[in-house]
């Protein structure tokens, strides 16, 4: 089972709700957690896993060997204008290229090389029977695509195991950056927060998942008692499967880096929101059955 | 001497438009004789979702400048222009495209040596 946790607006609570619903399952279900938001992965700070293997993601790029004739295909193909061919030379602009191979395709004489570059890095450990997985980019690196493909990669490898739960704790906003984390999912769930700003990312973040087919339930964080979410989910018909309160000793909690299952109290209401989302994606599977 | 500017408009009383790879169009013209040669051309780089300094000041190379006229140039821009050994020279956005070339033939504009902003231009 794979669940994506997403959210539009970023600072909702994705990544509370991620790592309180993996910590809260792994006691009965073999549970694995994934940071997909790898321009800024922060799950791991609460969940202080320990780390037994890292890898390098690496991105090729082109370089241009000496039977090149300066014939400019390579650049006229390139649509990320990652290379130039200007004073008898070809320039290439590495931290431009997306790594596509088309200028090695096009070159009509074998004139370019694929090297290849450190993009980012991938972290996999364990914490308290949760599998912890994150990508991170390195920094001043704007592509973030190729370290979530490297990711989703290493998820596939591992979930050929039985019965394993995914939580995905993807980026904010609604790019490709956050297609490619939750594309997939048995069940989107949707963060969100009681304003008016949350709200409106929350929107653009239902279109994209209904756009890409996938079922979607809501998280109500920072939930004040008040009427707004409630009132777009119940317009929308979308199934509001909990509320976080908003309450100061939660954000104490969380500005410590802890999380929040070692308080009796909040554990409880993660487990209950556990339970409530795997009865509703196994509905949502039986119902989809007999339809 | 083959001049380009990159400019909002399609005529020599239009503006120059300060950013190069983001540029509507350039108008291409001989300095001896601007009003009898100038001719503009859709800057290619525009449509391109990145890298649009590199692409335009390839396209400099291409159409054999050999000197051109814009606001500033990001660092990339900045770097394909010298390699391809074409002096820039910055005008502002308030200059038509015949101030600017008076400007330039009378000494009055400044050869860009060193990188703007990246993205200056994407507004």
Redesign the interface.
């Known amino acids: 089972m794979r669940l994506a946790v997403l959210s539009g607006k970023g600072g909702t609570g994705k990544t509370t709700v991620a790592v309180n619903l993996a910590l809260s399952w792994a006691p009965y279900r073999k549970t694995t957690y994934i940071d997909y938001d790898v321009e800024e992965p922060n799950g791991f700070i609460f969940l202080r896993p320990q780390i037994r293997n890292s890898s390098t993601v690496f991105l090729p790029y082109p370089e241009i060997n000496g039977a090149c004739t300066l014939c400019g295909k390579c650049?006229e193909a390139c649509?990320?204008?990652?290379l130039?061919?200007?004073?008898g030379?070809v320039?290439v602009?590495p931290e431009?290229c997306h790594g596509c191979g088309t200028c090695g395709i096009v070159c009509p004489v074998e004139a370019v090389d694929e090297v290849e570059r450190p993009l980012g890095e991938i972290d996999e450990g364990e914490r308290d029977g949760v599998q912890c997985l994150q990508g991170v980019l390195k920094e001043g690196e704007s592509l973030a695509g190729p370290v979530i493909r490297g990711l989703r990669r290493r998820e596939k490898e591992r979930s050929s195991q039985v019965e394993e739960v995914i939580v995905a704790d993807c980026p904010p906003g609604s790019s490709c950056s956050v297609i490619h984390s939750a594309e997939g999912s048995d069940l989107a769930i949707l963060v969100t927060e009681p304003t008016l700003f949350g709200l409106h990312d929350l929107r653009i973040a239902v279109g994209l998942m209904r756009e890409m087919g996938l079922d979607i339930g809501v998280i109500q964080n920072k939930d004040d008692g008040g009427s707004l979410i409630r009132e777009y989910c119940i317009q929308e018909g979308i199934t509001l499967l909990g509320s976080i309160p908003f309450d100061l000793e939660i954000a104490g909690i969380y500005s410590r880096g802890q999380s929040l299952t070692q308080e009796p109290k909040w554990a409880e209401l993660f487990k209950t929101l556990g339970e409530r989302i795997m009865t509703e994606v196994t509905q949502r599977k039986n119902r989809g059955k007999t339809a | 001497m083959r001049l380009a500017i990159s400019t909002g408009g399609r005529d020599l009383d239009k503006f120059v438009d300060d950013r190069f790879g983001r540029c509507p169009y350039f108008m291409f013209c001989d300095s001896e004789d601007p009003q009898g040669t100038a001719e503009y051309k859709d800057n290619p780089?525009l449509t391109?979702?990145?890298?649009?300094g590199?692409?335009a000041?390839?396209y400099m190379?291409k159409e054999k400048v050999e000197v051109l006229i814009t606001g500033s140039l990001g660092p990339?821009a900045l770097?394909?222009i010298k390699?391809?050994?074409i002096p820039a020279y910055t005008a502002s956005e308030s200059m038509t495209l015949s101030e600017a070339i008076k400007a330039w033939q009378e000494g009055h504009l400044a050869q860009i040596s060193e990188a703007g902003a990246a993205h200056a231009g994407e507004r």
């Open positions: 650049s649509q990320y204008h990652a130039a061919v200007v004073g030379q320039m602009f431009l | 780089a391109g979702t990145g890298g649009a590199i692409a000041a390839e190379a990339n770097r394909v390699v391809a050994n």
